[in-house]
């Protein structure tokens, strides 16, 4: 069975897992369809693990499934890693949603959809044609749509959310066509292989345009600033498998369309194009994090935390095209390899993240931190995990999210000496970039930790929660292992990577040298110690906990109050809250952020002295959203309502307006002919 | 002429040498941390306690400190009368506080209640509210007669 | 790779017994210069000793991270003097040591003990890692560029190879973009440890905490490697930096005579920068909290200066 026949059972695997979703009765379709998507991800990952290892592309072509076009497969390695990353998101997530399922949120719609979705995005990476590429792509998005709105579609948030999210992606949809079409007509063929042939032979204005609008169009899928402003809506209204798989998988997408355009088809371009990559992922890393530092919803935080590891991932891939646009192939390797660590490092936490706070929104009934608390004794083994997968995402070693960080400040670091002005002035920004980031990130997670599970439960919701059902845990457990052995065993990730890299870039060598355990950069001096670190810090660990045992005359702890000054009563109210946890940031970037508080005072009826009740409203907004699409859609608004002026209802003034493009129409046909 | 190089600057004034009679857990010796709780004074003793840590009469070279939180502490100085207001929270500060410890009453107010003893807002002195380990009388005490009492339990 | 091995041990010895004697020199500094005589200098080894005898207390809400985060704060900094060139320039998993994991390896200890922070469930605790996170997070732009400045230089962010590089070209230390960078990563340092004119570690007033709040509810065992800790990171740092500036004596082989002579000449480095730093904070005042993000946005406008006469002046 070679890799083609894989892909396309897979394929047909994940449809019949939707049609299973309609199908089956109730009490086993979620189930029913679970097991037919894992057999798609089987076999979708098996054709991409083939591919990866003898480092050829697949090609497959069919001209009936798909009228007038055709249907084009091009599985190359770059496409397989994706598939991967898709996979290894997909499986513990459908596994999370069988337990989210057995509480209700299992209606026919979401069980046909999730698996369409899900093959969908299996799938986008596989695609070899324009065709076959937008229509995956349409159909993501669609699916996508339809999941959002599923789980409380009666609320006016989740529908303006959905609306939103609808325009944004249609509109990127429509950029990334565009782009194709473009590419397309000046190679006179619609195939990935032919453009790439012919895209070095066109001018630099064709392939500048190209590249931006294909970085806009998958740029705005993947939630880079300013074209997010989705992503913090519809990210917490979907259901939480569903969001795991947008945040890790389809932005994940994203990128790959950007590496796509720009390093395999295009074969690379001129400086602008990645001084424009790095400075909106460096404006998206920074923004991100900052109003990630800033929420007070779990999910929404989470969703801003997707920008800001999308930023940084674009930094890395800007890096990665600066150095080869200035003749510096090894790093530029060695850039794009980090691109592909972060995301494929994201996707994993962000998975576990996601699933671990449906875990909790389910246990609680609310995703607001500020009325969760003491969730790590209530609900310990998802208390513990989430507190790993924090730990990844803000890149403590010895997890995986510090490998790609390390490979990114490698890079970074080395091309800080080329020489050429452009890198000079811009790597030492994007070093900032990264490093406030980092910093931003750890306050956003020790916040969503420290309130969300530590402390006393602020709401009757947390107090009474309880443990979710094992597979819930064990999808969470799954990418948290996942996050863990990648941290500690890189080398197993990292010879896909290079695979991927090496085919999507041509005449570039390896950059990485998995010398054993250790992570060896080739031809420059750098070296991680990622195993003998982890091994290192876990001896510490229990011999620093022997020696107290050892040393403490009383080694046993006594149960006491907390010190509250000795205040006679200690409640849950009295602790930090998430909106005061941030407060220091908020004061310090008040600026970027600009909170909206309002106060209002109602004073009694008899006498102005004499206050009845005080109103504070604080919120922090985003500001791109406030500042630059709210006016827009004021005005596309007040022209819509300037334009019914045009429709009063009146046939008499329709048959005019027939009857006047009619005449201008003729006129302009004689003028011509 | 070395002697007179090391007392350059230095003001504080020295003490006889050896500890007086030993008093407190074996455990604090050399090394006393404290928390001080104002249970309803006058501040006069709280004025001799600063100056009995500042530069003149230097407890801290005997070991002794004063620390922000019971749980750090190894004692906790009571100063004045306990007033209703302050019965619980002297209570709590002293239970916080890790064994072993030692409850240092200072001042005659801390002792008997002193000029307040019978007063409406007072509900007894420190030895009613909690169990007292030394006492230092005075009113205020000399902050000789408070390193004194220090020293006893630090045995420097 | 066993004489790297005992070298590590030997530094990692160093560091947790020196710690707390470099606390007492700064201490006994601080009060010779306010004209009393103060504690004796081994007092704060006195100090850690008591509170190993003292009962262990556990607020009712906290769970398990209030107990492991003193572990792991003094593991992780354990494991970062082990590989960092302190003594010697040959550490055990010496190529491993980039500056860039030393930052995160600090950055482990002090997240989880922003956690124990909020763990006990009172509004100090919250305060503190609240204070404590946001001063981290400003001073990373500063600490990542000025590790970039002096990266450099040996074209590697490996400290054994910087202070290798240093030991060959003393020259290197006096180029504007070494004293930059250096001058920046002094602020950071200062900053990250909790000294003035960042955070004051003796004040007694809770709303003018920053650390202190984070471990106000540690008692006894727990309380005794918290100090530890903090005095071991404070300790490694200073250790850094003047291997950085100075790294004259650091031991090049890992003979046991060479070593020693390591251990000394670190031992009279970091007392004398201790000493200076002693003499700056008891003629300075606590900086606002609001205001710390400027004196750490001048930190990082230092680094910046670092990299910028790192290419100027080539």
Redesign the interface.
């Known amino acids: 069975m070679n890799a083609g026949t894989l892909v396309v059972t897979g394929a047909v695997l994940g449809l019949g897992a939707g049609i299973a979703g309609v199908a089956l009765p109730h009490r086993s379709r979620v189930t029913g369809a679970a097991v037919l998507l894992w057999g798609a991800c089987a076999l979708e990952g098996v054709a991409a693990v083939h591919v990866l290892a003898t480092g050829h592309a697949v090609v497959l072509h069919s001209s009936t499934i798909l009228p007038l076009t055709g249907v084009e497969v091009m599985l190359s390695p770059l496409g397989a890693f994706f598939v991967l990353l898709v996979a290894l998101v997909a499986v513990p997530a459908t596994l999370h949603g069988i337990g989210y399922a057995r509480h209700g949120l299992a209606s026919r719609t979401a069980a046909c959809v999730f698996p369409i979705f899900v093959t969908s995005l299996l799938l986008v990476p596989t695609a070899g044609s324009v065709a076959t590429f937008m229509v995956l792509w349409e159909l993501m998005a669609l699916t996508s749509l339809l999941l959002v709105l599923v789980g409380h579609g009666r609320r006016a948030e989740a529908r303006s959310a959905a609306s939103w999210y609808a325009v944004l992606t249609q509109g990127g949809a429509a950029l990334i066509l565009i782009a194709w079409l473009v590419l397309a007509a000046h190679s006179g063929g619609q195939s990935f292989a032919a453009m790439g042939h012919h895209a070095r032979h066109l001018a630099p204005a064709v392939r500048g345009l190209v590249f931006v609008l294909a970085l806009i169009g998958f740029g705005s899928k993947a939630g880079v600033v300013p074209f997010h402003v989705w992503l913090p809506k519809a990210h917490p209204e979907a259901p939480s498998p569903v969001s795991a798989l947008m945040s890790g998988a389809m932005v994940a997408l994203g990128v790959y369309g950007i590496v796509l355009v720009g390093d395999a088809l295009l074969g690379g371009g001129p400086v602008w194009w990645w001084l424009a990559v790095l400075a909106l992922g460096a404006v998206s890393a920074l923004f991100g994090s900052l109003h990630a530092?800033s929420s007070t919803d779990v999910k929404r935080l989470l969703a801003y935390s997707t920008t800001d590891n999308v930023g940084l991932a674009l930094l890395a891939l800007g890096a990665s095209g600066l150095f080869a646009a200035t003749r510096h192939p090894v790093l530029a390797s060695l850039g794009l390899v980090a691109t592909l660590v972060l995301m494929l490092n994201h996707a994993a936490v962000k998975g576990a993240l996601f699933l671990a706070a449906g875990s909790v929104q389910m246990a609680t009934g609310s995703s607001d931190l500020d009325r969760l608390?003491?969730l790590?004794?209530r609900m310990p083994q998802t208390g513990a995990l989430f507190?790993v997968a924090a730990?990844a995402i803000?890149?403590?070693?010895p997890l995986n999210g510090?490998i790609g960080?390390?490979l990114l400040?490698?890079s970074?670091?080395?091309g800080?000496?080329t020489g050429n002005t452009a890198t000079?002035v811009a790597?030492?920004l994007a070093?900032?970039a990264?490093?406030?980031t980092?910093?931003?990130t750890?306050?956003a997670f020790?916040k969503a930790?420290?309130?969300g599970f530590?402390?006393?439960p602020r709401s009757q919701g947390a107090d009474e929660a309880v443990e979710v059902p094992v597979t819930m845990r064990l999808a969470v457990g799954l990418l948290v292992a996942v996050c863990v052995v990648f941290g500690v065993v890189p080398a197993l990730e990292l010879p896909a990577v290079e695979r991927a890299v090496r085919t999507a870039v041509p005449g570039v060598g390896s950059a990485l040298l998995a010398h054993g355990v250790?992570v060896q950069l080739v031809g420059?001096?750098?070296?991680?110690?990622?195993t003998?670190?982890a091994g290192?810090?876990a001896v510490?660990?229990v011999?620093?906990?022997v020696l107290?045992r050892s040393?403490?005359?009383?080694?046993?702890?006594?149960?006491?109050?907390?010190?509250?000054?000795g205040r006679q009563l200690?409640t849950?109210r009295?602790?930090?809250t998430a909106t005061?946890?941030?407060?220091?940031?908020q004061?310090?970037f008040d600026d970027v952020l600009r909170p909206v508080q309002d106060l209002d005072v109602t004073h009694v009826a008899e006498s102005r002295y004499v206050i009845e009740a005080v109103t504070f409203h604080n919120a922090v907004d985003d500001a791109i959203e406030r500042g630059l699409y709210r006016p827009v859609v004021r005005v596309v608004r007040r022209c819509g309502q300037a334009a019914r002026a045009l429709q009063p209802g009146s046939v008499h003034r329709y048959l005019g307006y027939g009857l006047g493009a009619l005449v201008i129409v003729l006129a302009a046909l004689a003028m011509i002919g | 002429m070395s002697r007179a190089l090391r007392r350059f600057?230095?003001?504080?004034e020295p003490l006889a040498p050896g500890p007086p009679t030993a008093d407190g857990p074996p455990?604090?010796v050399?090394?006393l941390?404290l928390r001080h709780v104002d249970a309803g004074s006058c501040n006069g003793c709280e004025l001799e306690i600063v100056s009995a840590f500042?530069?003149?009469y230097?407890a801290?070279?005997f070991?002794a400190?004063?620390?922000?939180?019971p749980?750090?502490a190894?004692g906790v100085l009571v100063t004045g009368p306990v007033t209703q207001n302050m019965a619980v929270p002297l209570l709590r500060t002293v239970e916080a506080t890790?064994?072993?410890r030692v409850v240092i009453a200072v001042g005659d107010c801390a002792r008997d209640c002193g000029v307040f003893a019978g007063g409406y807002g007072v509900v007894g002195a420190v030895g009613d509210v909690v169990e007292v380990d030394t006492s230092i009388p005075g009113c205020p005490p000399h902050p000789t007669a408070i390193v004194e009492a220090l020293r006893g339990i630090t045995r420097r | 790779m066993v004489g790297a091995g005992i070298s590590s041990a030997v530094q990692v010895a160093v560091v947790a017994v020196g710690g707390p004697v470099l606390l007492g020199v700064m201490r006994k500094v601080r009060?010779?210069?306010?004209?009393?005589?103060?504690?004796?200098v081994l007092?704060p080894l006195?100090?850690i000793?008591?509170l190993?005898?003292?009962?262990?207390?556990?607020?009712?809400?906290?769970?398990w991270?209030f107990?492991l985060a003193?572990?792991?704060l003094?593991?992780?900094v354990?494991?970062a003097a082990?590989?960092t060139p302190l003594v010697t320039t040959h550490p055990a998993?010496g190529?491993?040591s980039?500056l860039?994991?030393l930052v995160?390896?600090l950055?482990?200890g002090s997240?989880i003990l922003?956690?124990a922070?909020?763990?006990?469930?009172?509004?100090f605790?919250?305060?503190g890692?609240?204070?404590a996170?946001?001063i981290?997070?400003?001073?990373?732009?500063a600490?990542?560029?000025s590790i970039?400045a002096l990266?450099?230089t040996?074209?590697?962010?490996?400290l054994a190879?910087i202070v290798r590089a240093t030991l060959a070209g003393p020259g290197s230390v006096a180029t504007p973009q070494r004293l930059f960078a250096l001058g920046s990563l002094l602020i950071v340092i200062v900053a990250e440890s909790g000294r003035l004119p960042v955070d004051n570690p003796a004040?007694?007033?809770?709303l003018t905490?920053v650390h202190?709040a984070m471990v106000?509810?540690?008692?006894?065992?727990?309380?005794?490697?918290v100090t530890v800790g903090e005095a071991m990171r404070l300790t490694l740092l200073l250790g850094i930096f003047v291997n950085l500036v100075a790294p004259w004596g650091v031991a090049t082989t890992t003979h046991a005579a060479d070593i020693a002579v390591g251990v000394a000449s670190l031992a009279a480095k970091v007392a004398l920068l201790g000493v200076a730093l002693s003499v700056f904070e008891v003629s300075t005042a606590k900086v606002r909290?609001?205001r710390i993000?400027e004196l750490l946005a001048g930190a990082?406008v230092l680094a910046?200066l670092g990299?910028?006469s790192g290419?100027v002046v080539k």
């Open positions: 530092a608390g003491g790590l004794r507190l730990a803000t890149g403590l070693p510090f960080e390390w400040f490698q970074l670091l080395h800080a000496a000079d790597v030492p070093v900032a990264l490093a406030l980092a910093g931003l750890v306050v020790v930790v420290g309130i530590l402390g006393r250790d420059l001096r750098g070296v991680l110690a990622p003998e670190l290192a810090m510490a660990v011999g620093v906990m107290r040393l403490s005359r009383r080694p046993t702890a006594r149960v006491v109050d907390a010190w509250g000054c200690q849950a009295m602790q930090y005061s946890f941030a407060e220091p940031v004061r310090v | 600057g230095r003001v504080t455990e604090l050399r090394s941390q500042g530069p003149v230097d801290e070279r070991g400190r004063l620390v922000a939180s749980r750090h190894d890790p064994r072993p | 009060c010779r210069l306010e004209g009393r005589v103060g504690a004796p007092q006195v100090d000793r008591k190993f005898r003292k009962e262990r207390l556990r607020p009712d809400q906290a769970t991270i107990a003193p572990v792991v003094v593991s992780t354990a494991v082990a590989v998993f190529a491993g980039d860039f994991v995160y390896l950055l482990v997240t922003a956690l922070g909020m763990d006990a469930g009172t509004a605790g919250g305060m890692s609240s204070r996170v946001t981290g997070a400003l001073a990373e732009p600490l990542l560029v970039l990266s450099a040996a074209h590697s962010s490996n190879a004040t007694h007033l809770e905490m202190e106000l509810e540690y008692a006894g065992p727990d309380l005794a490697v909290l609001f993000p990082f910046l990299v910028v290419l």
